[in-house]
């Protein structure tokens, strides 16, 4: 019975990353945790590794090119910039973070 049921998240995990999962190679990148996990599920749904390259390596290149134009451009105002951008980046993460749970709890009711 568990085999079945890590068999079907397992699936559902790989549909879900062969719609989405070229588009969280890239972005992900720019999420605190979700950069690391990235490759461990292309590498587990079989991407192809043209398609992954594609996509993660254009992901970390403008995830370079955004914090190393942020120094460059933040100059000697970085501490102003990074208090401001940590305000804004926990912001976000509550709403991101209030967002999933929302979702959990509408697909938790509906099974």
């Not at 370079?64 to 804004?88: E, I, K, P």
């Given at each position: 019975?568990?085999?079945r049921r890590a068999e079907a998240k397992l699936r559902r995990v790989h549909d879900w990353f062969e719609r989405f999962g070229r588009w969280t190679l890239f972005f992900g990148y720019f999420v605190v945790g979700v950069r690391h996990f990235t490759a461990l599920v292309?590498?587990?749904t079989e991407m192809r590794y043209p398609v992954f390259a594609a996509f993660a390596y254009t992901g970390a290149f403008?995830?370079?090119v955004t914090f190393v134009s942020l120094g460059y451009f933040a100059g000697?105002?970085?501490q102003h910039v990074a208090?401001?951008?940590h305000g804004g980046a926990l912001a976000i993460a509550a709403v991101v973070a209030l967002g999933a749970g929302g979702i959990?709890?509408?697909h938790?009711?509906?099974a």
């Amino acid at each position: 019975m568990l085999h079945r049921r890590a068999e079907a998240k397992l699936r559902r995990v790989h549909d879900w990353f062969e719609r989405f999962g070229r588009w969280t190679l890239f972005f992900g990148y720019f999420v605190v945790g979700v950069r690391h996990f990235t490759a461990l599920v292309a590498g587990t749904t079989e991407m192809r590794y043209p398609v992954f390259a594609a996509f993660a390596y254009t992901g970390a290149f403008f995830w370079v090119v955004t914090f190393v134009s942020l120094g460059y451009f933040a100059g000697g105002q970085w501490q102003h910039v990074a208090h401001l951008l940590h305000g804004g980046a926990l912001a976000i993460a509550a709403v991101v973070a209030l967002g999933a749970g929302g979702i959990w709890l509408w697909h938790r009711r509906r099974a």
